[in-house]
């Protein structure tokens, strides 16, 4: 799990579109902070350095510490409503949270070493069901992404999240199955192959029924000459 990552915010004494309109002509976008069983409180963040943070895959996954005026809010970024035409940010949710908070989250699969996989040595193909899993977490223990190590897996072989190590806490939000995360495909040389010659198969045998039916006309011709 990552450090908190600081933003800077001010207060925004006024709600409304109107307000809205103004904070995001200075340069500012707007954004509410909500839960906890506490009243929201409205702010607004620099519009640049929540676009840098926006970039991050990793955005909804990170704890941020929002200060303003005196005052630290450890949140979670929960949604991001944009603009329906140019698709940039217009508000911002953040979900309030403490070290006690549990929370299900998104998190992406990172798979590794490959070099060690005798089935993608031997030609097969990592077939990812899930590039990234829901879990169940404290919110200061959401990991940055989950590992799924391919050392020992072979053509054919299913990896199920029950193969795939969790840190501590951390489990997944679906617990009544043991879903598939990715399997290792046969070469896909041999199915190239196996395409290619059921359609010389199927071309041959479109050129025999062409011969036939040519023969079959020859034939015609012939006794109605006679």
């Known amino acids: 799990m990552a450090e ?3 933003i ?21 976008l707007p ?12 702010i607004t963040v620099g519009e640049l350095e929540f676009n840098r943070l926006w970039r991050d895959a990793a955005f909804y996954t990170h704890l941020y510490e929002v200060e303003a005026e005196g005052e630290t809010y450890k949140v979670l970024a929960r949604d ?13 949710d953040f979900l309030r949270v403490s070290d006690r908070t549990k929370i299900s989250v998104a998190v992406p699969v990172h ?15 990592l077939n990812v069901v899930r590039h990234d899993v829901e879990l169940t977490c404290r919110a200061d ?3 940055d992404a989950i590992e799924v190590d391919l050392t020992g897996w072979n053509v054919g072989d299913t990896i199920h999240i029950s193969a795939v190590k969790l840190p501590p806490g951390v489990e997944p939000t679906i617990a009544d199955r043991d879903f598939t ?27 025999e029924a062409a011969e036939e039916a040519e023969g079959e006309g020859s034939a015609e011709e012939g006794r109605e000459e006679s």
């Not at 954004?31 to 409205?42: D, E, F, T």
């Not at 995360?181 to 050129?207: K, S």
């Open 31 to 42: 954004a509410v902070i909500y839960g906890g069983k506490l009243p929201p409180v409205s």
């Open 8 to 28: 800077a915010a001010e207060m925004r004494e006024r709600a409304g579109k109107g307000a809205a309109r103004a904070a995001r002509r200075a340069g500012r």
């Open 181 to 207: 995360v990715a399997t290792i495909a046969a070469p896909t040389v041999v199915r190239d192959e196996a395409l290619e010659a059921e359609a010389e198969a199927a071309e041959a045998e479109a050129e």
């Open 141 to 143: 223990s959401i990991p």
């Open 111 to 125: 798979f590794v070493n490959e070099e060690a996989c005798p089935g993608i040595r031997e030609g097969g193909v």
């Open 4 to 6: 908190a990552i600081k």
């Open 80 to 92: 991001v409503q944009t603009d329906p035409v140019m698709d940039w940010p217009i508000h911002i």
